[in-house]
């Protein structure tokens, strides 16, 4: 289970300060009463940004560990929200992903990845970030009314150029049910 952690410190920061050592979770989400034995599972790992970790705990009644993933840091795909709202806001610009490609993905990169690798991230995450998009509109159809489900709507929209860092905030209460990698809900299984 995972949740949305305002961190002390800002973004660019969270890495260089070892946020993840100061976050706390004073209780259980799953039991608010308490008695459950709440306890500190240690932290996870990041591919990107370089050495960030994520702070775990684990409910030993619910037998479920519990994560406080800081609000920058995409769900279930690799870098922060900014990352990957970039990427989709490139595609939306291009027409298309292959259009998108040399600007995502250039191929004399010095981390070059191959065409198909590249192609199918894009995809991953436009359908991901895109998915997410209508859920919040549709959840909150009085402050999206006419919006359109894509990057640069709710840019304008929210007024800022960290959309999905901004709706985060704004959907908190919905976290657990939207898509990552806005949302915290684990994709259907095939």
Known sequence: MQLAWKGPVADDRYVADRA???????ACPLHPEGGCGLQRLGTYP??????????RWWCPVARKSISLLPEFLAARLTGT???VEAVVA???????VTAALEAVHPADAEDAVGLQCALRSMRRRVRAVHAALLAIITLLPDRFA?????????????????????????????L????????????ARA
């Open 46 to 55: 990041r591919v990107a940004p370089a050495g960030a970790r994520v702070a």
């Open 146 to 174: 006419g919006t359109r489900p894509t990057i640069e709507g709710l840019r304008i929209a929210l007024s800022t150029h960290r959309a999905l860092v901004a709706l985060r905030e704004l959907a908190a209460t919905h």
């Open 90 to 96: 490139a595609v939306e610009q291009a027409g298309g």
């Open 20 to 26: 993840w050592e100061r976050a706390e979770l004073c």
């Open 176 to 187: 657990p049910a939207l898509p990552a990698p806005l949302g915290f809900a684990a994709r």
């Open 81 to 83: 929200l900014d990352e």
